[in-house]
């Protein structure tokens, strides 16, 4: 459906300017003046005359319907709370300078300043323009029709134009936490980090070294070439690489929907999630991930590789939490069998009511004999703050009360957990992906898993 300003507003058409307006208002004062004092006659002639040469030298000096493209530039990415871009790039094939502004079509997801994008484009120039955005929830989003207005140096016309310009971009989690530990990976020192690549040598499928051939040596183990020329027989050892297998559980239910800072529990997990996972990539992990409501909503299988991860990414950045009650035993049940091997399991949920408590710890009770699993939980900074300000009201109190309340069965649960061998992250959401990242590394580091 086309936009309404996209109908009325025909393709190509001229306004006067401000600065017209701010001539014709003192044309109008000179001419009232006039029926005062007669000798201001002239002085009305003369302004007119004036203000109608330079009105015929505005139009004639353009810039005219073509004289000036406009072409969107999007990013590729944007990342959700990272403040990003919009570029245009403005071509002047006409005579004089003009000074353009760029008026783009609003989209939800993305937060437009009040100014338009706006520069002075010489005379057979090309100039980039920039307009700052934020972008305020994850997923594709469509920009649409590009609004345009140029006026010329003497500044009495103002040309306006619309140009059609659709683009899709693409709004991921952020995941800056990562970018760190991704630096360290480029330079093969992830060891600095805690990572310790494990090797054991055997029948594996990457040559490691030769050595002397023993009586407990398999024949075909023999690298003749080698013992050729050492004159002894000489076998090839190869090493056994052994990637261990990180799954993310992702709570897309109702726990996950509200809003903390302007952006949703489920997107800072979405976004610790990645972060987790990208950097398990980089240190030769496989990753996978399950996300699930009442129903199974999205399950990748751990691989590894970083195509692996660039899909991963593409199908759970636009992922959507469900105003529905998680079903935890089915989520649970649907793991452990698609998921039989030791791994690292790390489950993002929150924890507000007894009922939601009581399922959580239920099922997550059952991965610990098999598996090494951390309960992520999204930690609401508006019960801190309530309890760390006085209250002076009755309203104050009573949600200083609550807040103790669910800080007392908060801990609880945590405990629980911790006694169970489960490791608990449980820090404001905006610290989720770093405290995440940390927790992953000390996994490794000291061997839990």
Known sequence: MKRLQDIRAPAFYAVPAPRCVVWLVALAAVVAASAIWA?????????????????????????????????RIAGKHFALGVPGRLSYAVTNRGRVSIRVEIVDTPVEKLRFPEWPASGVVGANRVRRLELGVSPLQRGPATLGTLYVRAVNAIGLCERRWRIAAETTIRIFPDLSAVQRYGELAR????????????RLRGLGGEFDSIREWTPDDEFRSIDWKATARRGKLMVDQYRVERSQTVMVILDAGRLMTPRLDGLR??????????????????????????????????????????????????????????????????????????????????????????????????????????????????????????????????????????????????????????????????????????????AYVDVKSRHLL
């Open 39 to 71: 000798w201001l006659d002239f002085v009305a002639w003369a302004t007119l005359a004036a203000l109608g040469s330079l009105l015929i030298l505005d139009l004639a000096a353009g810039p005219r319907r073509g004289d000036v493209a406009v072409e």
């Open 187 to 198: 330079r093969r020192r992830l060891t600095e980090a805690g990572f310790r690549r494990l």
């Open 265 to 438: 529990k489920f997107d800072y997990a979405v976004s610790a999630a990645l972060s987790v996972c990208a950097l398990a990539s980089l240190a030769g992990d496989r990753v996978g991930l399950l996300a699930f409501a009442r129903e199974i909503v999205e399950h990748i299988p751990a691989r590894s590789g970083a195509v692996h991860m660039r899909g991963l990414t593409d199908r759970v950045y636009d992922l959507e939490p469900r105003f529905e009650e998680a079903d935890y035993a089915r989520a649970f049940t649907y793991f452990a069998r698609r998921q039989p091997k030791r791994s690292l399991a790390i489950f993002f949920t929150d924890i507000f009511d007894p009922v939601a408590s009581a399922a959580t710890l239920a099922n997550l009770f059952r991965l610990t004999p098999r598996h090494l699993a951390v309960c992520v939980l999204v930690n609401d900074a508006a019960v801190r703050r309530a309890l760390e300000a006085e209250p002076h009201t009755l309203r104050e109190a009573y949600e200083a009360g609550v807040a103790a309340e669910l800080a007392v069965a908060r801990r609880t649960t945590a405990a629980l957990l911790a006694q169970r061998g489960i490791i608990v992250v449980d820090v404001p959401a905006p610290q989720l992906s770093v405290a995440l990242i940390n």
